[in-house]
């Protein structure tokens, strides 16, 4: 985390799930996966996201249920520390210090108190490994020094597929190149076994996994040529006897045996899983279109779950190889984002390159992908070398009515092929449905593409750009009504336009949609759209316009240009001249559709900073250095459901959108302050239940809180006006959107409300004698009323009368009974009656 004064820069997900090979918990309920600097705890019912287990300050490298306890789980991170959790309450209960970056861990049954990690060889460099076995201290205090390193294996791979224990840890084997190498742990000896890089078809043999058989001394490994060897006899050097199955025709990518051992998963590029059935490898089950390649292969300790992890970023959980049961989507991390991020006025989730051929509507609240479109509309074929239809741009009109899209594919021997394609929403179904399809568009490459945002506008216009030299205004003709079909509209070209054979590279139009402004290399041009007449160019020092924006509000006189040598331009549209300019990397300029503010990420020394400003002030409202790691091009402000209230003048500028970028990892990260982390830690405090009180969920939600019960004159309880909590209520919002699985069973939820109305019992000697006293005190106070009172009429109104009978003394079960209503909590009642 990045602080600057009042504003930090926040991780907000998206970052990879398949990183490493996720955990299933003993009863199935639960799935473990390494996101990034937490381990993410999925409910395998439901989806959900129950628990993210924060604590490391690096990328986590491993996640492992303790063998002891498997309510807990081991977690390690290039951090240097290995963390230990209750992965039900997401609790962390010790941290141990190991002082090297852990690049894996593993855990054994037989081994305990030990864990196993691969650390890099400090005396010869990083890109040699070793396994070694750290001892964990038993002590009560929650940071440990773990210093007790004994080396296993000296030479490794930092992949954790390429290790793997069997027989519950009587031996261990590692895979590396074309080498198999097994260690015994009563023996301390290992085996090394070699096969040639090349067999005699031209395989290749190189390993890339290795699996143990869970009771028999077998070893399943996997290789590059689609391969799968089965070792035997391997505690002998000279007398070791392997078996060949073959199905894949790419790289093996994961391995695993079901609990008994009767069976053998392994999949790969192909997107199948492949079920073999031990020692009789001829039968084989196949579950296909799994979506996209198999990296990583887990059965459930019980073995009623699978779980692959594959290529795209999601996570499978299938039952016991029949049907998928359930799917984690996280923020598909392709080859690379090609279109802008983009927010969906509709869904209000962010949009961007899905997996191959899709567009992934992915919600910035939930970390969680809501679905994807399919643009490409093309079954997708996993092989390599074959150039495919790929979304390269997209763009949204303000209203979400409209989505345009470019696809594109290139083959070696062929010319370019392009389609441009206009999405029309749809209310009833709440998605995009194609409306218009356009081939070939342009002769070349299209480099931009962007809508008229007017509000005010009664026509519905797409500009495009491309290096035939070329720019195409595209305008959305009326409905026209047919008999058959009642009323369609479509799109077609209003005008082509260019300057001087010059090459257009970014488009713009102005807030209000009057002006149009192309930049042609080191010219930028201004057009009517109304007219498309040439109004003005502008010009600057040599460099060609990467990045255009016009300035909004009470700065819409400005239009702002970076170019590629590293210089940032405004010019003043009023005088047709340049305003001011400054030398500055830009590699991504973004314009707040919510106010005058403008971003500029600037690249520089390996890394990216941020400068927030207002074109008509010379001082930025915001800078930060090093932002980021790398170089960032995708960033997008996402407007606020609630405008915020700050005061700080460093953070005013996130009041009314919130700004999100994606570093070269892939990672969301987005810009917070710091009276919104204090506003949710308050939220998630009133939550917090004190047994003193006897507070339950109920009275949180409909109830008043006993605390202003106790601090009321009792005979006033009746009488009270109880004010019911706020709708907007943090607790409430947060017991109304807490999944079902979190919360506790209803019967306990019920009992707890049943419990809060009761009175607590105390010593009926005690009561009794306190019922006593009060009688006494109630009769010598009508006694001392009936002597200095005046005699009354016998013939009273009905009143006198109430007046009389409520004056009578009460025995003491009425006594009892007037005080357990007095108690009782109707504030949840008179809530109902509100509503």
């Given amino acids: 985390m990045v602080e600057h004064g009042d504003v930090r820069v926040v991780h907000r997900g ?6 490493r090979e996720p955990v299933i918990s003993n009863d199935s309920s639960f799935l473990l996966c390494a996101s990034g600097d937490c381990v993410k705890v999925f409910s395998t019912a439901t989806e959900e996201c129950v628990h993210d287990l924060r604590g490391h300050s690096g990328l986590v490298t491993g996640v492992r249920l303790r063998p002891s306890n498997h309510l807990q789980v081991y977690s390690c991170s290039l951090d240097g520390t290995v963390r230990l959790w209750d992965f039900t309450d997401g609790i962390l209960i010790k941290t141990y210090v190991i002082g090297y970056p852990i690049y894996s861990i593993y855990t054994s049954a037989n081994h305990e108190g030990v864990i196993f990690i691969v650390t890099a060889k400090s005396d010869q460099g990083s890109e040699l490994f070793q ?14 020094e773990a210093r007790e390193f004994s080396a296993v294996l000296p030479d490794v791979t930092s992949k954790p597929a390429a290790i793997d224990f069997g ?43 290795v699996v143990c058989h869970p009771k028999d001394d077998c070893i399943a490994t996997g290789h590059e040529d689609g391969k799968i060897r089965l070792w035997r006899n391997f505690n002998q050097k000279k007398e070791y006897t392997y078996s060949t199955m073959h199905w894949h025709h ?32 001829s039968e084989k089950d196949f579950l296909p279109r799994l979506g996209a390649a198999i990296t990583h292969i887990v059965v459930s300790p019980d073995g009623a779950l699978f779980c692959t992890s594959h290529s795209d970023n999601k996570i499978t959980i299938i039952q016991s190889c029949v049907k998928v049961s359930a799917v984690i989507q996280g923020l598909v991390n392709g080859d690379g984002v090609r279109t802008d991020l983009m927010v969906d006025p509709h869904s209000k989730a962010m949009v961007l390159n899905g997996k191959p051929g899709h567009l992934q509507f992915y919600s910035l609240q939930r970390d969680k992908l809501l679905y994807n479109l399919d643009i490409v509309q093309q079954e997708y074929i996993h092989e390599e070398g074959l150039q495919q239809f790929e979304v390269v741009k997209a763009a949204f009109t303000s209203s979400g009515d409209w989505l345009a899209t470019v696809e594109e594919r290139q083959q070696k021997a062929a010319d370019l092929e392009l389609n441009l394609k206009l999405w029309a929403f749809d209310e009833q179904t709440q998605s995009f449905v194609l409306n218009t399809t356009i081939s070939a568009p342009h002769e070349a490459r299209i480099t931009a593409m962007c809508f008229c945002h007017a509000a ?32 369609s509209s479509s799109w077609s070209c209003d005008f082509v336009g260019s300057y001087h054979g010059l090459v257009p590279e970014s488009c713009c139009f102005s807030a209000d949609g009057s002006l149009l402004a192309v930049s042609f290399q080191e010219v930028v041009t201004v057009w009517s759209p109304s007219s498309w007449e040439l109004l003005t160019t502008l010009s600057q020092p040599p460099g060609a316009i990467r990045h255009l924006c016009f300035g909004r509000l009470s700065c819409s006189k400005y239009l702002l240009g970076a170019t590629d040598n590293s210089l940032l331009c405004c010019w003043n ?24 503010n403008i971003a500029a990420f600037c690249y520089q020394a390996g890394s990216t900073d941020l400068f927030v400003f207002k074109p008509n002030e010379p001082r930025p409202l915001f800078s930060q250095k090093a932002v980021c790691s790398g170089k960032v091009n995708r960033a997008v402000f996402a407007p606020r459901e609630e405008m915020l209230e ?11 959108s919130q700004l999100y970028f994606l570093t070269p990892y892939m990672d969301l990260m987005t810009f917070s302050t710091k009276a919104e982390e204090d506003k949710l830690m308050a939220s998630s405090k009133q939550l917090v239940i004190d047994d003193s009180i006897a507070m339950t969920p109920f009275s949180l939600l409909l109830g008043k809180h006993r605390q202003q019960q106790e601090n009321q004159d009792p005979l006033s309880v009746l009488s009270a006006e109880r004010s019911p909590l706020p709708q907007g209520s943090a607790a409430i919002k947060e017991l109304l959107q807490t999944p079902a699985h979190v919360l506790p069973s209803t019967s306990f939820l019920c009992s707890l409300f049943v419990q809060s109305l009761l009175i607590s019992v105390t010593d009926s000697r005690e009561e009794d004698k306190h019922v006593e006293e009060e009688m006494e005190s109630d009769k010598e106070n009508s006694d001392e009323e009936m002597e200095s009172g005046t005699s009354r009429p016998e013939g009273g109104s009905v009143v006198d009368q109430y007046v009389h009978a409520a004056d009578r003394p009460l025995t003491k079960a009425q006594i009892r009974e007037v005080r357990r209503v007095k108690k009782l909590d109707q504030g949840w009642m008179s809530n109902i009656l509100d509503t």
């Fill in 14 to 19: 998206g970052s990879k799930i398949n990183f």
């Fill in 131 to 144: 396994l070694v076995a750290v001892q964990l201290r038993q002590c009560a205090e929650q940071v440990v």
């Fill in 167 to 209: 027989r519950g840890g009587e031996y261990i084997a590692s895979v590396k190149a074309q080498q198999l190498e097994v260690f015994f742990f009563k023996k301390q000896k290992s085996y090394r076994f070699f096969l040639r890089e090349d067999n005699k078809k031209g395989g290749k043999n190189t390993f890339t996994c």
């Fill in 250 to 281: 790419g790289a093996v990518g994961s391995l695993c045996f079901t609990p008994e051992g009767t069976n053998l998963l392994s999949g790969g590029v192909e997107s199948v899983l492949v079920q073999w059935r031990y020692n009789q490898e």
């Fill in 456 to 487: 005010g506008s009664q026509t519905t216009m797409l500009v495009s750009t491309s290096k035939d030299g070329h720019f195409k205004a595209w305008q959305l003709a009326e409905a026209a009504h047919t008999q058959d079909e009642g009323s």
């Fill in 573 to 596: 549209l009023l005088t047709c001249s340049l305003e001011w300019s400054t030398a500055m990397a830009t590699s991504l300029l973004l314009v707040d559709p919510l106010s005058e």
């Fill in 646 to 656: 700050s005061c700080e003048e460093s953070s005013q500028w996130l009041n009314r």
